[in-house]
């Protein structure tokens, strides 16, 4: 089993940045992948950003050069940086994770643990 904790949403404005974080516990596995998902009131829940074990990457069009993935091992956290927010960034942020994946996926049905979730608030 694993566990995954996010942290840090909030309120922000436009142009202004935030950091998740997901504290994962539990065996993960060697061949892993972790994701971050949004789901914003009245749509279906979206892939943002995704990484592997290898720390190869894959985000979504809609994010690409403005939010970064990252991770450190040693702290079994995932990291997702979020800068030049957008008002249509604002949706409730879940962190994911799968064992063992074969593609940096963004699709839901690749992942099999999820956390919590936290909120993320873009004011105009």
């Known amino acids: 089993q694993v566990q995954l904790v996010e942290s840090g949403g909030g309120s922000v404005q436009a142009g202004g940045s935030l950091r998740l974080s997901c504290a994962a516990s539990?065996?993960?596995?060697?061949?892993?992948?972790m994701g971050w998902f949004r789901q914003a009131p009245g749509k279906e829940r979206e892939g943002v950003a995704a990484i592997n074990s290898d720390s190869s990457t894959n985000y979504a069009d809609s994010v690409k050069g403005r939010f970064t993935i990252s991770q450190d091992n040693a702290k079994n956290t995932v990291y997702l940086q979020m800068n030049s927010l957008k008002p249509e960034d604002t949706a409730m942020y879940y962190c994911?994770?799968?064992?063992?994946?074969?593609?940096?996926?963004?699709?839901?049905?690749?992942?099999?643990?999820w956390g919590q979730g936290t909120q993320v608030t873009v004011s105009s």
């Open positions: 994911a994770a799968v064992s063992v994946c074969i593609w940096i996926g963004l699709t839901e049905y690749e992942y099999n643990y």
């Open positions: 539990g065996d993960t596995g060697s061949s892993y992948c």
